[in-house]
């Protein structure tokens, strides 16, 4: 299975101040289409996941664009460019390119 | 609005069965790839399996291949997992998602699956 290797596991950010989580996938995520399927979630507590970014860096319909997805090769990053209160919670990445699907371990975001 | 709502979760037995149901509603479910991904107490997620819109092709994962079964309605607008042989490790929220292994969303609010003597 892909391992995606996330970090930081745990991150407390001060308000407006912005935050930086890496994914790092054993292996390619090009798929044959040539595209590359890393999706980030965000769980807030006590909710189900909900997707933010797609393909890297395709933000969802109403997400705000403090959210940033980039990266390429085995090293992606989900960037928060000023933290809201809002944005408390557990943050995964997933790829889709190799069965199964897997997700990283996930980053708790705090409040510092 | 896109909605799923899964249904179904209860407490069982090891070895016992249960049945989940998620509804669709707000987009033309026949149309979709459906999955289903689950997160034990406390942990990650992980997935578990996917169907594709006509249901002719499905993957799950090694972990409840031969216990699980996912089956869809599109007439009823439902995506159903059969579970069999349940074990203490399949205890965790069961969620529905619409979308297959590329990319998912959205994804329901859950059910809660305790296996337990």
């Known amino acids: 299975d892909v391992v995606l290797t996330q970090s930081p596991l745990s991150l407390s950010v001060t308000l407006g101040q912005p935050a930086s989580i890496s994914c790092r996938p054993s292996?390619?995520?090009?798929?044959?289409?040539?595209?590359?399927?890393l999706n980030w979630f965000q769980q807030r507590p006590g909710q189900s996941p909900r997707r933010l970014i797609y393909e890297v860096s395709k933000r969802d319909s109403g997400v705000p664009d403090r959210f940033i997805g980039g990266g390429s090769g085995t090293n992606y990053t989900l960037k928060i460019s000023g933290l809201e209160a809002e944005d408390v919670g557990v943050y995964y990445c997933?790829?889709?390119?190799?069965?199964?699907?897997?997700f990283g371990q996930g980053t708790r975001v705090d409040i510092k | 609005e896109v909605q799923l709502v899964e249904s179904g979760g209860a407490l069982v037995q090891p070895g016992g069965s249960l049945r989940l149901s998620c509804a669709g509603s707000?987009?033309?479910?026949?149309?979709?790839?459906m999955s289903w991904v689950r997160q034990a107490p406390g942990r990650g997620l992980e997935w578990v399996a996917t169907i594709k819109p006509d249901g002719s092709e499905i993957s799950s994962v090694a972990s409840v291949e031969g216990r699980f079964t996912v089956s869809r309605d599109n007439t009823k607008k439902a995506l159903y997992l059969q579970m069999n042989s349940l074990r203490a490790e399949d205890t965790g929220i069961y969620y529905c998602?619409?979308?297959?292994?590329?990319?998912?969303?959205?994804w329901g609010q859950g059910t809660l699956v305790t296996v337990s003597s």
């Open positions: 997933m790829q889709g390119v190799h069965w199964p699907p897997t």
């Open positions: 998602a619409r979308g297959g292994a590329l990319s998912t969303s959205p």
């Open positions: 707000g987009f033309s479910f026949s149309s979709y790839w």
């Open positions: 292996q390619s995520l090009v798929y044959r289409d040539g595209n590359i399927y």
